[in-house]
């Protein structure tokens, strides 16, 4: 059985004060997490797998028989109300986009040691956000479900409230769950789409892929591994040769071989249009 909430108490730390050393040595933190969906359980897990205690990760959810299936499953400390999260070290904002800013203003009156406030909404800028709760120290992200095997992909933009210390604090939790770059807020919606949604396009070209080998007599399974294979060794080969895919793409298509078909079979079918149409159609909404 777990420990309720109350029984269960972790130190807390008031981050205007301590020192950066302090930040960086400061692994195990009361995390609150804010929405544990699709998003928010890819972080929880994430963040388990790295070695985080999952009873110092508080989750507040819509339901909270929700929160109450993931203290089964994954051990985290299961909240009932937002008051409940006061004494956080670090909050991550994963509701819906249209919940954020009702949250943030519910969180003004309760962060009491004035935490550092990660959101993981896609389009809900830093002005928006700071109309509501003014001088949060924000940190905005976009992840994606690769965190759960700690292989995520974050585009992250911090607002100027973050102190410097708030701000390895966030870094370092975002750290722990995959790659991170920074950018500037008005290159996040393109970054965030390129590696936040991109994900399920994969998988859409994995389950087309996979169609095609079962059609073609594959063992359905074993296509999967095939594929999954060959995509991890490709993705590796462009990042740690950094060779331009056009080349790669000429190492594989023999003269008067096969790929040159496939390839010229998808220009056909505007693969790479239909590719640049769904990020296009995503940034134009
Ligand atoms: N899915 C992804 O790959 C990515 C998502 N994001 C962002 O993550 C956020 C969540 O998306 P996603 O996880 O897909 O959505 P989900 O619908 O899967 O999750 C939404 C979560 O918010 C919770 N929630 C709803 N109302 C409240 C409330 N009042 N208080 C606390 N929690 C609440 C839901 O709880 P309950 O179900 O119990 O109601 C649920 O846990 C979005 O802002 C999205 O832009 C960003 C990058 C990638
Ligand atoms: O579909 C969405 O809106 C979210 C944001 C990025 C990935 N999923």
């Given at each position: 059985m777990w420990s309720s909430l109350k029984a269960?108490?972790?130190?807390?730390?008031?981050?205007d004060k301590i020192t950066e050393k302090e930040v960086n040595r400061r692994v195990i933190m009361k995390i609150s997490i804010i929405g544990a969906g699709k998003m928010g359980t890819a972080i929880i897990k994430g963040l388990i797998n790295n070695g985080q205690n999952p009873k110092q990760?508080?989750?507040?959810?819509?339901?909270?028989?929700?929160?109450l299936n993931l203290r089964q499953s994954l051990g985290i400390t299961a909240v009932q109300a937002l008051s409940d999260l006061a004494t956080s070290d670090i909050y991550i904002l994963a509701t819906p986009a249209t919940l954020i800013t009702k949250t943030l203003s519910e969180l003004s009156n309760i962060n009491?040691?004035?935490a550092p406030i990660i959101s993981v909404a896609a389009g809900v800028s830093f002005d928006e956000m700071l109309a509501i709760y003014p001088n949060a120290p924000l940190l905005r992200c976009i992840p994606n479900t690769p965190v759960a095997i700690n292989q995520g992909m974050t585009s992250f933009s911090t607002s100027s409230h973050l102190s410097d210390n708030q701000k390895t604090l966030a870094i370092n939790l975002l750290n722990q769950l995959g790659h991170t770059i920074e950018v500037p807020e008005d290159k996040l919606g393109i970054a965030g789409t390129i590696a936040g949604c991109s994900p399920a396009f994969i998988d859409v070209f994995i389950e087309a892929l996979s169609d095609a080998a079962v059609t073609n007599g594959l063992d359905r399974a074993l296509s999967y591994e095939i594929i999954t294979e060959m995509m991890k060794g490709s993705?590796?080969?462009a990042a740690e040769s950094k060779i331009h895919p056009g080349i790669l793409k000429d190492d594989v298509t023999s003269p008067g071989g096969d790929t040159i078909k496939g390839v010229v079979a998808l220009e056909k079918n505007n693969f790479r249009f239909a590719v640049i149409d769904a990020i296009n159609t995503i940034l134009q909404d």
């Open positions: 269960y108490s972790v130190p807390s730390i008031s981050y990760i508080l989750v507040k959810t819509g339901h909270y028989e929700n929160a009491q040691q004035n993705a590796a080969l």
